[in-house]
Protein backbone atom coordinates (compact mmCIF):
# COMPACT_ATOMS: atom_id res chain seq x y z
CA UNK A 1 0.00 0.00 0.00
CA UNK A 2 1.18 3.43 -0.86
CA UNK A 3 1.18 6.64 1.42
CA UNK A 4 -1.94 8.30 -0.98
CA UNK A 5 -3.84 4.84 -0.64
CA UNK A 6 -3.08 4.43 2.88
CA UNK A 7 -3.97 7.68 3.79
CA UNK A 8 -7.25 7.32 1.53
CA UNK A 9 -8.26 4.59 3.34
CA UNK A 10 -7.44 6.47 6.82
CA UNK A 11 -9.67 9.52 5.64
CA UNK A 12 -12.56 7.39 4.48
CA UNK A 13 -12.25 5.01 7.77
CA UNK A 14 -12.72 8.23 9.64
CA UNK A 15 -16.04 9.61 7.78
CA UNK A 16 -14.12 11.99 6.02
CA UNK A 17 -13.99 13.30 2.59
CA UNK A 18 -11.15 15.26 0.76
CA UNK A 19 -13.67 17.90 -0.11
CA UNK A 20 -14.81 19.00 2.91
CA UNK A 21 -13.11 21.94 4.77
CA UNK A 22 -9.90 20.93 5.92
CA UNK A 23 -10.28 22.40 9.35
CA UNK A 24 -12.88 20.12 10.55
CA UNK A 25 -10.13 17.32 8.80
CA UNK A 26 -7.93 18.91 11.54
CA UNK A 27 -10.40 18.62 14.62
CA UNK A 28 -10.91 14.89 13.47
CA UNK A 29 -7.18 13.88 13.43
CA UNK A 30 -6.43 15.14 17.28
CA UNK A 31 -7.94 12.83 19.35
CA UNK A 32 -4.88 13.51 21.81
CA UNK A 33 -6.52 16.70 24.08
CA UNK A 34 -4.94 19.63 23.11
CA UNK A 35 -3.63 22.16 25.88
CA UNK A 36 -5.98 25.04 25.13
CA UNK A 37 -4.29 28.74 24.53
CA UNK A 38 -2.81 30.51 27.47
CA UNK A 39 -2.11 34.12 28.20
CA UNK A 40 -5.05 35.44 26.43
CA UNK A 41 -3.32 34.46 22.90
CA UNK A 42 -6.02 34.04 20.54
CA UNK A 43 -6.54 31.94 17.00
CA UNK A 44 -7.16 32.61 14.00
CA UNK A 45 -6.82 30.54 10.46
CA UNK A 46 -3.98 31.02 7.54
CA UNK A 47 -4.79 28.96 3.82
CA UNK A 48 -2.49 28.70 1.44
CA UNK A 49 -1.44 26.18 -1.06
CA UNK A 50 1.47 23.98 -1.64
CA UNK A 51 2.70 23.31 -4.97
CA UNK A 52 5.31 21.50 -6.80
CA UNK A 53 7.47 21.48 -9.72
CA UNK A 54 8.00 18.67 -12.39
CA UNK A 55 10.30 19.38 -14.87
CA UNK A 56 8.68 23.17 -15.96
CA UNK A 57 5.05 22.84 -14.72
CA UNK A 58 4.20 24.10 -11.68
CA UNK A 59 1.34 21.62 -10.55
CA UNK A 60 -1.08 21.47 -6.98
CA UNK A 61 0.46 18.76 -4.32
CA UNK A 62 -2.51 16.84 -2.67
CA UNK A 63 -2.41 15.31 0.62
CA UNK A 64 0.44 16.91 1.77
CA UNK A 65 0.55 17.24 5.59
CA UNK A 66 1.11 21.40 6.77
CA UNK A 67 0.79 21.47 10.54
CA UNK A 68 0.84 24.68 13.31
CA UNK A 69 2.89 22.42 15.93
CA UNK A 70 -0.66 21.30 17.22
CA UNK A 71 -2.97 20.16 14.55
CA UNK A 72 -2.03 18.63 11.00
CA UNK A 73 -3.72 19.01 7.90
CA UNK A 74 -3.67 17.77 4.56
CA UNK A 75 -4.17 19.61 1.49
CA UNK A 76 -6.70 19.26 -1.07
CA UNK A 77 -6.74 18.20 -4.67
CA UNK A 78 -5.86 21.68 -5.48
CA UNK A 79 -3.56 21.81 -3.31
CA UNK A 80 -5.18 23.88 -0.50
CA UNK A 81 -5.42 23.83 3.17
CA UNK A 82 -6.38 26.30 6.23
CA UNK A 83 -4.66 25.73 9.27
CA UNK A 84 -5.88 27.09 12.85
CA UNK A 85 -2.59 29.06 13.94
CA UNK A 86 -2.02 30.89 17.52
CA UNK A 87 0.44 33.93 18.36
CA UNK A 88 3.46 31.94 19.00
CA UNK A 89 2.79 28.94 16.82
CA UNK A 90 5.73 27.99 13.37
CA UNK A 91 3.58 26.97 10.28
CA UNK A 92 5.19 24.52 8.48
CA UNK A 93 5.54 21.62 6.21
CA UNK A 94 5.84 18.31 6.09
CA UNK A 95 8.39 17.16 3.22
CA UNK A 96 6.08 14.47 1.10
CA UNK A 97 8.55 12.34 -0.48
CA UNK A 98 9.84 12.93 -4.43
CA UNK A 99 10.22 16.93 -3.31
CA UNK A 100 13.09 19.02 -1.92
CA UNK A 101 12.18 21.58 0.20
CA UNK A 102 13.70 25.18 -0.42
CA UNK A 103 17.36 25.98 1.18
CA UNK A 104 18.78 29.11 2.10
CA UNK A 105 22.57 30.03 1.37
CA UNK A 106 23.43 27.83 4.37
CA UNK A 107 21.57 24.85 2.90
CA UNK A 108 18.94 25.34 5.87
CA UNK A 109 15.72 23.78 4.61
CA UNK A 110 12.90 26.88 4.64
CA UNK A 111 9.60 25.03 5.19
CA UNK A 112 8.18 27.02 8.00
CA UNK A 113 6.60 30.36 8.88
CA UNK A 114 7.25 32.26 12.47
CA UNK A 115 3.82 33.85 13.70
CA UNK A 116 5.01 36.14 16.12
CA UNK A 117 3.56 39.51 15.16
CA UNK A 118 5.50 41.48 18.29
CA UNK A 119 8.54 39.19 17.79
CA UNK A 120 10.34 38.05 21.07
CA UNK A 121 11.09 39.85 23.83
CA UNK A 122 14.34 41.43 24.91
CA UNK A 123 17.00 38.86 24.63
CA UNK A 124 20.79 38.48 25.35
CA UNK A 125 20.85 37.11 21.82
CA UNK A 126 18.83 38.70 18.71
CA UNK A 127 15.22 36.13 18.53
CA UNK A 128 12.29 36.30 16.41
CA UNK A 129 11.91 39.84 14.41
CA UNK A 130 8.22 40.73 13.92
CA UNK A 131 6.94 39.05 11.80
CA UNK A 132 3.41 41.33 11.48
CA UNK A 133 0.08 39.59 10.41
CA UNK A 134 -0.40 36.79 8.70
CA UNK A 135 -0.19 37.07 5.19
CA UNK A 136 -3.58 36.59 2.48
CA UNK A 137 -1.92 33.38 1.28
CA UNK A 138 0.99 31.53 2.88
CA UNK A 139 2.39 29.20 0.16
CA UNK A 140 4.83 26.82 -0.44
CA UNK A 141 6.84 25.57 -3.65
CA UNK A 142 8.49 21.80 -3.74
CA UNK A 143 10.79 20.78 -6.42
CA UNK A 144 10.69 17.40 -7.64
CA UNK A 145 13.46 15.34 -6.90
CA UNK A 146 14.15 11.60 -7.09
CA UNK A 147 14.23 10.03 -3.90
CA UNK A 148 15.94 6.37 -4.00
CA UNK A 149 14.72 3.42 -1.49
CA UNK A 150 18.43 3.19 -0.62
CA UNK A 151 20.15 6.17 1.04
CA UNK A 152 22.65 7.78 3.51
CA UNK A 153 21.95 10.42 6.21
CA UNK A 154 25.10 11.99 7.78
CA UNK A 155 24.83 12.70 11.45
CA UNK A 156 26.27 14.82 14.27
CA UNK A 157 26.03 14.37 17.65
CA UNK A 158 27.27 17.91 19.37
CA UNK A 159 29.19 20.35 17.35
CA UNK A 160 28.89 22.70 20.37
CA UNK A 161 31.67 25.09 19.12
CA UNK A 162 31.84 27.66 21.52
CA UNK A 163 34.15 30.53 19.44
CA UNK A 164 35.63 30.82 16.40
CA UNK A 165 38.68 28.97 16.87
CA UNK A 166 36.25 25.56 17.73
CA UNK A 167 34.29 26.41 14.44
CA UNK A 168 37.83 26.11 12.98
CA UNK A 169 38.63 22.95 14.73
CA UNK A 170 35.31 21.36 13.33
CA UNK A 171 35.74 22.78 9.84
CA UNK A 172 39.51 21.22 9.69
CA UNK A 173 38.99 18.20 11.90
CA UNK A 174 35.41 17.21 10.62
CA UNK A 175 33.92 18.37 8.08
CA UNK A 176 36.75 18.50 5.47
CA UNK A 177 37.05 14.68 6.60
CA UNK A 178 33.44 14.27 5.03
CA UNK A 179 33.16 16.42 2.53
CA UNK A 180 33.01 14.82 -0.55
CA UNK A 181 30.78 12.26 0.71
CA UNK A 182 27.34 11.02 -0.64
CA UNK A 183 24.46 11.71 1.35
CA UNK A 184 20.90 12.67 1.01
CA UNK A 185 20.95 15.37 3.83
CA UNK A 186 22.91 16.14 7.12
CA UNK A 187 21.41 16.20 10.74
CA UNK A 188 23.19 17.92 13.57
CA UNK A 189 21.27 16.54 16.98
CA UNK A 190 21.48 19.32 18.72
CA UNK A 191 23.64 21.43 21.01
CA UNK A 192 24.83 23.46 17.87
CA UNK A 193 26.39 26.17 19.75
CA UNK A 194 28.05 26.38 23.66
CA UNK A 195 25.46 28.78 24.76
CA UNK A 196 27.57 31.79 22.86
CA UNK A 197 24.68 31.97 20.13
CA UNK A 198 25.83 34.18 17.89
CA UNK A 199 27.78 31.89 16.77
CA UNK A 200 25.48 30.12 14.30
CA UNK A 201 25.87 31.84 11.54
CA UNK A 202 29.56 31.40 11.08
CA UNK A 203 28.88 27.43 11.97
CA UNK A 204 26.22 27.60 9.58
CA UNK A 205 28.35 28.73 6.58
CA UNK A 206 31.01 26.39 7.26
CA UNK A 207 28.85 23.03 7.54
CA UNK A 208 27.04 24.58 4.45
CA UNK A 209 30.08 23.62 2.38
CA UNK A 210 29.37 20.01 2.68
CA UNK A 211 26.68 20.77 -0.14
CA UNK A 212 23.25 19.34 1.12
CA UNK A 213 20.45 20.02 3.02
CA UNK A 214 20.96 19.98 6.96
CA UNK A 215 18.26 19.98 9.72
CA UNK A 216 18.54 20.77 13.22
CA UNK A 217 17.64 19.56 16.90
CA UNK A 218 17.79 21.92 19.57
CA UNK A 219 19.92 21.30 22.57
CA UNK A 220 20.48 22.40 25.86
CA UNK A 221 23.40 25.11 24.98
CA UNK A 222 20.92 26.31 22.40
CA UNK A 223 18.94 27.94 24.90
CA UNK A 224 18.19 31.74 25.89
CA UNK A 225 18.59 31.62 29.08
CA UNK A 226 17.64 35.07 30.14
CA UNK A 227 13.94 33.90 30.17
CA UNK A 228 11.89 32.59 33.07
CA UNK A 229 10.39 29.39 31.32
CA UNK A 230 10.87 27.49 28.30
CA UNK A 231 8.06 29.62 26.54
CA UNK A 232 10.58 31.78 25.08
CA UNK A 233 13.60 29.39 25.44
CA UNK A 234 14.48 28.81 22.05
CA UNK A 235 13.85 32.16 20.60
CA UNK A 236 17.41 32.48 18.75
CA UNK A 237 16.96 28.92 17.36
CA UNK A 238 13.80 29.59 16.07
CA UNK A 239 14.73 32.23 14.20
CA UNK A 240 18.03 30.84 12.70
CA UNK A 241 16.63 27.12 12.46
CA UNK A 242 12.51 26.89 12.63
CA UNK A 243 10.04 24.94 14.66
CA UNK A 244 11.97 22.93 17.51
CA UNK A 245 9.94 19.77 16.78
CA UNK A 246 9.19 18.74 12.81
CA UNK A 247 9.19 15.87 10.84
CA UNK A 248 9.51 14.88 7.14
CA UNK A 249 9.54 12.29 4.54
CA UNK A 250 12.79 10.86 2.56
CA UNK A 251 12.22 8.06 0.22
CA UNK A 252 11.49 5.40 2.08
CA UNK A 253 11.39 6.73 5.83
CA UNK A 254 10.09 9.18 8.28
CA UNK A 255 12.01 11.26 10.10
CA UNK A 256 10.84 13.20 13.04
CA UNK A 257 12.52 15.83 15.25
CA UNK A 258 11.66 16.53 18.80
CA UNK A 259 12.43 18.61 21.17
CA UNK A 260 13.02 16.76 24.98
CA UNK A 261 15.03 19.96 26.15
CA UNK A 262 13.00 21.58 28.83
CA UNK A 263 13.82 24.73 30.48
CA UNK A 264 13.26 25.32 34.44
CA UNK A 265 13.99 29.07 33.73
CA UNK A 266 16.89 32.06 34.59
CA UNK A 267 17.89 30.89 38.58
CA UNK A 268 16.93 28.06 38.98
CA UNK A 269 20.61 27.40 39.03
CA UNK A 270 22.08 29.19 41.73
CA UNK A 271 25.05 30.31 42.70
CA UNK A 272 24.84 31.09 38.59
CA UNK A 273 22.10 33.61 38.56
CA UNK A 274 22.53 34.24 34.99
CA UNK A 275 21.35 30.51 33.86
CA UNK A 276 18.87 27.70 34.69
CA UNK A 277 18.39 24.01 35.36
CA UNK A 278 16.85 22.00 32.45
CA UNK A 279 15.22 18.40 32.44
CA UNK A 280 14.36 15.96 29.71
CA UNK A 281 10.56 16.65 28.58
CA UNK A 282 8.46 16.95 25.19
CA UNK A 283 4.98 18.03 27.22
CA UNK A 284 1.89 17.55 26.19
CA UNK A 285 1.55 19.75 23.19
CA UNK A 286 4.33 18.01 21.32
CA UNK A 287 3.03 14.48 22.06
CA UNK A 288 -0.35 15.46 20.61
CA UNK A 289 1.26 16.19 17.56
CA UNK A 290 3.67 13.95 17.82
CA UNK A 291 0.27 11.42 17.46
CA UNK A 292 -1.33 13.17 14.69
CA UNK A 293 1.64 12.76 12.94
CA UNK A 294 2.19 9.00 12.89
CA UNK A 295 -1.17 8.30 12.75
CA UNK A 296 -0.15 9.79 8.80
CA UNK A 297 2.47 7.34 8.63
CA UNK A 298 2.30 3.54 7.41
CA UNK A 299 2.90 0.97 10.36
CA UNK A 300 5.62 -0.58 8.14
CA UNK A 301 7.56 2.52 7.37
CA UNK A 302 10.66 3.15 9.04
CA UNK A 303 10.27 6.10 11.24
CA UNK A 304 13.65 7.53 12.93
CA UNK A 305 13.15 9.77 15.87
CA UNK A 306 16.11 12.45 16.68
CA UNK A 307 16.38 13.76 19.84
CA UNK A 308 19.30 15.84 22.01
CA UNK A 309 18.81 14.18 25.34
CA UNK A 310 18.92 10.51 25.58
CA UNK A 311 15.56 8.68 26.67
CA UNK A 312 16.94 7.19 29.23
CA UNK A 313 20.21 8.29 31.03
CA UNK A 314 23.05 5.40 30.33
CA UNK A 315 24.04 6.53 33.82
CA UNK A 316 21.39 5.29 35.66
CA UNK A 317 20.12 8.61 36.38
CA UNK A 318 16.67 8.39 36.39
CA UNK A 319 15.82 12.05 37.70
CA UNK A 320 17.91 12.91 34.10
CA UNK A 321 15.26 10.23 32.26
CA UNK A 322 12.38 11.59 29.70
CA UNK A 323 9.64 12.54 32.09
CA UNK A 324 6.76 11.27 29.98
CA UNK A 325 8.86 8.45 28.41
CA UNK A 326 6.08 5.84 28.94
CA UNK A 327 3.90 8.40 26.92
CA UNK A 328 6.07 8.34 23.63
CA UNK A 329 6.75 4.87 23.97
CA UNK A 330 2.76 4.00 23.61
CA UNK A 331 3.07 5.85 20.63
CA UNK A 332 5.65 4.07 18.83
CA UNK A 333 5.92 0.73 20.32
CA UNK A 334 3.47 -0.91 17.45
CA UNK A 335 5.75 -0.27 15.28
CA UNK A 336 8.13 -2.77 14.03
CA UNK A 337 10.75 -0.25 12.24
CA UNK A 338 11.28 2.70 14.93
CA UNK A 339 14.96 4.10 15.33
CA UNK A 340 15.88 6.22 17.66
CA UNK A 341 19.03 8.86 18.15
CA UNK A 342 20.22 11.37 20.60
CA UNK A 343 23.68 12.53 21.52
CA UNK A 344 24.53 14.81 24.88
CA UNK A 345 26.34 12.27 26.75
CA UNK A 346 29.61 13.25 24.62
CA UNK A 347 30.47 9.58 24.62
CA UNK A 348 28.84 6.25 22.02
CA UNK A 349 26.40 3.99 22.84
CA UNK A 350 23.64 2.02 21.59
CA UNK A 351 20.88 0.89 23.98
CA UNK A 352 17.98 -1.67 23.91
CA UNK A 353 14.94 -0.98 25.28
CA UNK A 354 12.60 -3.39 26.68
CA UNK A 355 10.01 -4.16 29.27
CA UNK A 356 12.44 -2.98 32.48
CA UNK A 357 12.41 0.12 30.44
CA UNK A 358 8.39 0.58 30.09
CA UNK A 359 8.65 -0.39 26.41
CA UNK A 360 5.78 -2.58 25.54
CA UNK A 361 6.34 -3.35 22.10
CA UNK A 362 7.62 -6.50 20.29
CA UNK A 363 11.20 -7.07 21.38
CA UNK A 364 13.00 -4.05 22.19
CA UNK A 365 13.28 -0.06 20.97
CA UNK A 366 16.95 0.34 19.55
CA UNK A 367 18.04 4.13 20.90
CA UNK A 368 21.62 4.99 19.30
CA UNK A 369 23.62 7.94 21.43
CA UNK A 370 25.52 9.40 18.83
CA UNK A 371 29.42 10.61 19.22
CA UNK A 372 30.49 14.13 18.64
CA UNK A 373 31.72 16.26 16.14
CA UNK A 374 33.36 18.48 19.02
CA UNK A 375 34.34 14.90 21.09
CA UNK A 376 35.08 16.16 24.63
CA UNK A 377 34.61 19.78 24.47
CA UNK A 378 37.41 20.20 22.02
CA UNK A 379 40.06 18.94 25.15
CA UNK A 380 43.21 17.36 25.68
CA UNK A 381 46.99 17.88 24.18
CA UNK A 382 46.52 19.03 20.62
CA UNK A 383 47.92 17.07 17.80
CA UNK A 384 50.92 18.33 15.12
CA UNK A 385 47.97 20.11 13.11
CA UNK A 386 46.97 22.28 16.07
CA UNK A 387 43.84 20.55 16.96
CA UNK A 388 42.74 18.89 20.42
CA UNK A 389 42.98 14.93 20.40
CA UNK A 390 39.62 15.66 21.98
CA UNK A 391 38.93 11.66 22.68
CA UNK A 392 35.48 10.85 24.01
CA UNK A 393 35.39 9.32 27.58
CA UNK A 394 34.52 6.31 25.75
CA UNK A 395 38.27 6.12 24.89
CA UNK A 396 36.26 6.29 20.86
CA UNK A 397 37.62 9.30 18.85
CA UNK A 398 35.34 12.22 18.10
CA UNK A 399 33.59 11.46 14.73
CA UNK A 400 30.44 11.22 12.46
CA UNK A 401 28.12 8.84 11.08
CA UNK A 402 26.29 7.36 8.60
CA UNK A 403 22.58 6.10 8.55
CA UNK A 404 22.47 4.08 5.69
CA UNK A 405 18.58 2.99 4.86
CA UNK A 406 17.01 0.81 2.46
CA UNK A 407 13.35 0.05 2.41
CA UNK A 408 12.24 -0.17 5.96
CA UNK A 409 15.74 -1.53 7.30
CA UNK A 410 18.93 0.57 8.54
CA UNK A 411 22.61 -0.11 9.61
CA UNK A 412 24.85 2.70 11.36
CA UNK A 413 28.53 3.28 10.12
CA UNK A 414 31.22 5.16 12.68
CA UNK A 415 33.22 7.41 10.63
CA UNK A 416 36.47 8.58 12.78
CA UNK A 417 37.61 12.03 12.53
CA UNK A 418 40.78 12.10 9.62
CA UNK A 419 41.04 8.57 10.51
CA UNK A 420 40.20 6.13 7.80
CA UNK A 421 36.13 4.63 8.19
CA UNK A 422 37.83 0.83 9.06
CA UNK A 423 39.62 2.44 12.03
CA UNK A 424 36.76 0.77 14.32
CA UNK A 425 38.24 -0.52 17.08
CA UNK A 426 41.48 -0.08 19.58
CA UNK A 427 43.19 -3.26 20.94
CA UNK A 428 45.30 -2.65 24.33
CA UNK A 429 47.77 -5.81 24.47
CA UNK A 430 51.09 -5.48 26.68
CA UNK A 431 54.32 -5.12 24.01
CA UNK A 432 56.01 -8.05 26.29
CA UNK A 433 54.69 -10.09 28.28
CA UNK A 434 56.31 -13.08 30.92
CA UNK A 435 56.02 -16.50 30.39
CA UNK A 436 55.08 -16.93 34.57
CA UNK A 437 52.03 -13.51 34.26
CA UNK A 438 50.36 -15.37 30.77
CA UNK A 439 47.38 -16.82 32.34
CA UNK A 440 46.42 -13.42 34.04
CA UNK A 441 47.04 -11.18 31.16
CA UNK A 442 44.34 -9.64 29.59
CA UNK A 443 44.03 -8.21 26.54
CA UNK A 444 41.06 -5.58 25.53
CA UNK A 445 39.62 -4.31 22.97
CA UNK A 446 37.52 -0.99 22.38
CA UNK A 447 35.17 -1.46 19.99
CA UNK A 448 33.67 2.28 18.96
CA UNK A 449 30.19 1.30 18.01
CA UNK A 450 30.04 -2.11 19.25
CA UNK A 451 27.00 -3.05 21.45
CA UNK A 452 25.11 -6.13 23.41
CA UNK A 453 24.62 -7.32 20.15
CA UNK A 454 28.77 -7.41 18.65
CA UNK A 455 30.34 -10.30 18.60
CA UNK A 456 33.82 -9.80 19.32
CA UNK A 457 36.85 -12.24 18.56
CA UNK A 458 40.39 -12.99 19.64
CA UNK A 459 43.28 -14.83 17.62
CA UNK A 460 46.25 -15.38 18.12
CA UNK A 461 48.65 -16.51 15.40
CA UNK A 462 47.12 -19.25 13.40
CA UNK A 463 45.02 -20.47 16.49
CA UNK A 464 41.66 -20.91 16.77
CA UNK A 465 39.02 -17.52 17.26
CA UNK A 466 37.99 -17.51 20.89
CA UNK A 467 35.17 -15.29 22.23
CA UNK A 468 35.59 -12.18 24.08
CA UNK A 469 33.61 -11.07 27.03
CA UNK A 470 31.77 -7.54 27.49
CA UNK A 471 32.89 -6.04 30.43
CA UNK A 472 32.33 -2.22 30.89
CA UNK A 473 35.85 -0.41 31.74
CA UNK A 474 37.52 2.94 31.78
CA UNK A 475 39.69 2.77 28.19
CA UNK A 476 43.02 2.19 29.10
CA UNK A 477 44.38 5.02 26.62
CA UNK A 478 42.16 7.82 27.73
CA UNK A 479 42.51 7.17 31.61
CA UNK A 480 46.66 7.66 30.74
CA UNK A 481 45.84 10.78 28.74
CA UNK A 482 44.38 12.06 31.42
CA UNK A 483 46.53 11.29 33.72
CA UNK A 484 49.24 12.50 32.01
CA UNK A 485 47.85 15.74 30.95
CA UNK A 486 47.24 16.42 34.83
CA UNK A 487 51.04 15.77 35.39
CA UNK A 488 51.30 18.75 33.42
CA UNK A 489 51.83 22.64 34.66
CA UNK A 490 48.61 23.93 33.69
CA UNK A 491 47.58 20.84 32.03
CA UNK A 492 49.91 21.26 28.94
CA UNK A 493 48.35 24.89 28.23
CA UNK A 494 45.05 22.82 27.08
CA UNK A 495 41.65 22.35 28.40
CA UNK A 496 41.61 19.29 31.11
CA UNK A 497 39.92 15.67 29.41
CA UNK A 498 36.51 15.32 31.09
CA UNK A 499 36.19 12.17 33.96
CA UNK A 500 36.42 9.02 33.07
CA UNK A 501 33.74 6.47 32.93
CA UNK A 502 33.25 3.01 32.63
CA UNK A 503 32.92 2.76 28.47
CA UNK A 504 30.18 0.82 27.25
CA UNK A 505 31.99 -1.20 24.46
CA UNK A 506 34.84 -2.79 25.81
CA UNK A 507 35.66 -7.03 25.66
CA UNK A 508 38.25 -8.33 27.64
CA UNK A 509 40.06 -11.89 27.25
CA UNK A 510 42.79 -13.68 28.74
CA UNK A 511 45.51 -15.22 26.86
CA UNK A 512 46.20 -18.74 26.70
CA UNK A 513 48.36 -20.34 29.21
CA UNK A 514 50.18 -22.48 26.31
CA UNK A 515 51.08 -19.66 24.39
CA UNK A 516 54.81 -20.31 23.86
CA UNK A 517 57.56 -18.11 23.83
CA UNK A 518 57.88 -15.63 20.95
CA UNK A 519 56.73 -12.49 19.12
CA UNK A 520 53.20 -13.36 18.10
CA UNK A 521 50.52 -11.68 15.92
CA UNK A 522 47.35 -11.08 17.25
CA UNK A 523 44.10 -10.17 15.66
CA UNK A 524 40.57 -8.89 16.94
CA UNK A 525 37.70 -9.35 15.07
CA UNK A 526 34.29 -7.33 15.57
CA UNK A 527 30.91 -8.61 13.83
CA UNK A 528 28.06 -5.85 14.38
CA UNK A 529 24.16 -6.32 14.68
CA UNK A 530 24.43 -6.24 11.05
CA UNK A 531 27.01 -8.51 10.53
CA UNK A 532 29.91 -6.00 9.19
CA UNK A 533 33.45 -7.54 10.62
CA UNK A 534 36.05 -4.63 11.35
CA UNK A 535 39.31 -6.53 12.16
CA UNK A 536 42.34 -4.58 13.99
CA UNK A 537 46.22 -6.15 15.12
CA UNK A 538 48.39 -5.89 17.92
CA UNK A 539 51.75 -7.73 18.14
CA UNK A 540 53.32 -9.05 21.33
CA UNK A 541 56.19 -10.97 22.90
CA UNK A 542 56.20 -13.50 25.09
CA UNK A 543 59.34 -13.61 26.90
Known amino acids: MNRREFTQNLLLAAGALTLQPLSRLAQAQNTVPIPPLQNGETQSFVSGTISGVRGRRKVALPQVRVSNGRDIVLTDRLGRYRLPVAVGDIVFVIKPPGYALPLNAQNLPQFYRIHQPQGSPPLQYEGVAPTGPLPISLDWTLQEQVEPDEFRVLLFGDPQSRNQEEVGFLTRDVIADVAGQRAAFGVSLGDEAFDDLSIYPNQNRAIATLGMPWFNVVGNHDLNFDVPDRTHSTQTFKSIFGPTYYSFDYGSAHFVVLDDVAYDGIGSAPPDARKGTYHAELGARQLAWLQNDLKLVPREQLVVVMTHIPLISPGGNKKADLRDLAAFFRLIENRPHCLSISAHTHFQEHMFLGRDAGFNGAGEHHHFIHATPCGSWWTGMRDEQ ?138 VRATDMWGRTYEERAVLRVA
Do not use: C
Not at 495 to 503: A, F, G, Q
Open 386 to 523: GIPHTTMRDGAPNGTSFLNIKGNRYSIDFKPARRPADYQMNIYAPDEVARTDIAKTEILANVFAGSKKSRVEMQIGDGAWRAMQHAPRPDPAYAAAKAAQEALPKNGGARKLPDIIPSPHIWVATLPENLPAGTHLLR
